[in-house]
């Protein structure tokens, strides 16, 4: 193969590797396969670099995780100079982030914006995937890397009627760069995850009026966002290696505390006191509590009560509060992070409506019709979440060796090795697939870790003199027996989630991530590597 340092060039149509998106894993896996040489082109819908940080400008839009750790470590310069405004930096700051490191490390010219993938081939003669994209340019490489997200293919809703509808409709997951002027105007908003969260109070603050449709309720922690301090900026920069190597060590990949093992094991009065500081703390800090959440439903159960007690007395309607208490157990859907969210449904201009039983009737061309009663509205905002982890892989037509489509061969649900590569899928790599932790963990240390794994891989094989690694089939089916038994012990599959497909329609109910932790993930990782590429036929 030619790994010969190569002068980007857009007009040439082979390349050693091709990126797919430039969000957080897309532009870090370019600049790791550049310093190796090879040639590289990553494609992007979007007009800019940023991925999810890109797309979800909706109102109140933020990331849940403590930025200073939210962050690359790769660059130690890039994590010194880099300053975050808030604990809970918003969309524009994380966009913002995303540029300054396209410019800092002169990512832009091998990326090609507006320009969608749409298919993938694997010729397997020639050792080399052809990529095809939306404009109909057909580009070939010897490597195909998905950086295609988690969170990124759209789910829109399927309920009746909604293309009828008269008013303006937005999905939280692509909202214009414009801002929306809610002022004056009847507001409805279906979803109650994360971005319905985070956008309620914002959309209230604003609009005449807000319908939320709530189909399940979620735990919502406050986050207590505020400006970080001079001081505090500067110890966390000074002691940075030590933290973040501490927070590589933990479940999540992230700097939480654990109060113990287990909640059973102390008594109600401490282990209220210890929930009372992680409320007081905010964000995701309190799903670290304890180490038996996940395994003991009585365990669980005392922090489900706690915060369900919190919003029985935040919101001032018991009607309303009961309703806003989540039925399933706590962790077994996705934590958020709020600001003002139990509060903004005691203002007036704020009305919930509970489908979890009978669903959305439809939309008409007025407004959103449930139980046979039609609430006039002038906007639509569908905070409706995604196709998780698998989605936007699923969305390109990928055909591997004899033309076997991905498609068909996760009809069951994703088979991978590790996340990171795919029996039958030579020299394609997934950066947080399927089977891998990604959305259970801090995602920038993830990504980092997968592509450190694969730049590692593809210099392995060019000192080796090889130009084609496939996962093995028995490899990858014990790998993918274990995410799953791993999964199925879980609390997790108590109830209907996205980690486990069941928010899209006919998907079939298989866990996505890799519940088995972020340092038993890593180890395994090392280990396959340092044993040759164990599991993957190299050749
Ligand atoms: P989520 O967490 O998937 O939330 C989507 C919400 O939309 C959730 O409340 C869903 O209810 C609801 N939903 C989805 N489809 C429908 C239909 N057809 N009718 C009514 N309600 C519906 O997506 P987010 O964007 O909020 O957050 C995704 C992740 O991004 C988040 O976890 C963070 O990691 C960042 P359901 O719960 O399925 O009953």
Redo the contacts with the bound molecule.
Sequence with gaps: MSMAAVEPDHASARLDAIIVGAGIAGMYQLYRLRQLGLSVRVFETGTSVGG?WYW?RYPGARV?TETMFYSYQFSEALQQEWDWPERYPAQADLAAYARHVADRFELWPDIQFETRVDAARWDDAAGLWTVETDDGTQVTARFCIMATGC?SAV?Y???DGLEDFAGETYH??HWPADSVDFAGKRVAV????????QSIPVIAEAAAHVTV????A?YVMPAHNRPMAADEVAEIKVNYPALRAKAKQSFSGNYFPVAGPSALAVSEEERNREYEKRWAMGGLAIMATYADFQTSEAANETASDFIRNKIRTIVKDPDVAELLAPKQLFLC??L?VGTNYYETYNRDNVTLVD??ET??DRITPEGVCVAGHTEPVDVLV?????D?VTGALKRIDIRGVDGLALREKWADGPRTYLGLGIAGFPNLFTITGPGSPS?LTNMIPSIEQHVEWIADCVRHMRDAGLDRIEAERDAETDWVTHVNDIGDETLRATC???YFG??IPGKPRVILPYAGGFPAYTEKCDEVAAAGYRGFALR
Excluded: H, M
Excluded at 190 to 197: A, K, N, P
């Design positions: 999810t979800n849940d969170l789910n809703p399927e309920i939280t997951a279906i979803g109650t995850g994360s971005s319905g969260v449709y709530q189909r399940t979620n859907k996705r958020c489908i979890s669903g959305i569908l905070a409706t979440g995604f998780a959305v209907q989630s996205w069941s928010n």
